[in-house]
């Protein structure tokens, strides 16, 4: 089975996603990054593969993802970096990129390599629904690799529905129209979540963007099964001077609402 959908079905509610963009803040630290969020809790990762025009990103994905481009991180060397990752991180990974970076890579070897690799979902928030269907549909089910799609609050009920039947794992629920990062009071989104609830979706969903504290997790929570954090966790990354203590402290914040000292 694949592990969304066991941890779908293992976990009910408060699902903890976590993005970081691989090759930052160091060039070899995608596989330290796994592990710290494995053992500090976290319930499924998203690895974002550095572009230079991320147009779904606010500044600071945007600049995690310009240093892991200076570092020297692609495509080819994530690969090569997930490699074996399976004997040691047991966590859902998502693959979240750009479909200029997957088609340059080459469209069935990206396919191959994810596989080998272990990936288990991806998302591509600049993929059309029409290529997707005749391009990568038939590979997502001949590989087993989910893939969802994103809706905003102006996506229409039919939209919805179109994007929910060819999403498989889960569907994206993204906070507002405006790119990641910007940190939203989500009381007044109620509505707009209640919607998506009361339409009886075929995937359980998550919410993203704009998803930074312990209050807005729960917020996020309270009509999904979880959410995504990106751009917070970023920002911790970017302070950090121990990865592992910090990604733990992290965690902890966001499940807990326990804020952690940072060590003098």
Known sequence: MNRIDSLFAQKKEKILTIYFTAGFPKLQDTRRILLALQQAGADMVEIGIPFSDPLADGPVIQQSSKQALDNGMSLRLLFEQLHDIRKEVHLPLILFGYLNVVLQFGLERFFEKCAETGI?????????????????????????????????????????????????????????????????????????????????????????????????????????????????????????????????????????????????
């Open 120 to 264: 288990d979902g991806l998302i591509l928030p600049d993929l059309p629904l029409d290529e997707f269907k005749q391009d990568m549909e038939p590979l997502c089910k001949s590989t087993g690799i989910h893939f969802s799609f994103l809706i905003t609050p102006e996506t229409s009920d039919a939209r919805i529905r179109q994007l929910d039947e060819a999403s498989s794992g889960f569907l994206y629920v993204v906070s507002s129209s405006s790119t990641t990062g910007k940190k939203k009071d989500l009381t007044s989104l109620q509505p707009y979540f209640q919607r998506i609830e009361a339409m009886q979706l075929k995937n359980p969903f998550l919410v993203g963007f704009g998803i930074h504290d312990h209050e807005s997790f729960l917020q996020a929570c309270r009509h999904s099964r979880g959410a995504v954090i990106g751009s917070a966790y970023i920002r911790t990354l970017q302070q950090a001077a121990d990865i592992e203590q910090a990604t733990k402290d992290f965690v902890q914040q966001i499940l807990s609402g326990n804020r952690v000292h940072a060590a003098p």
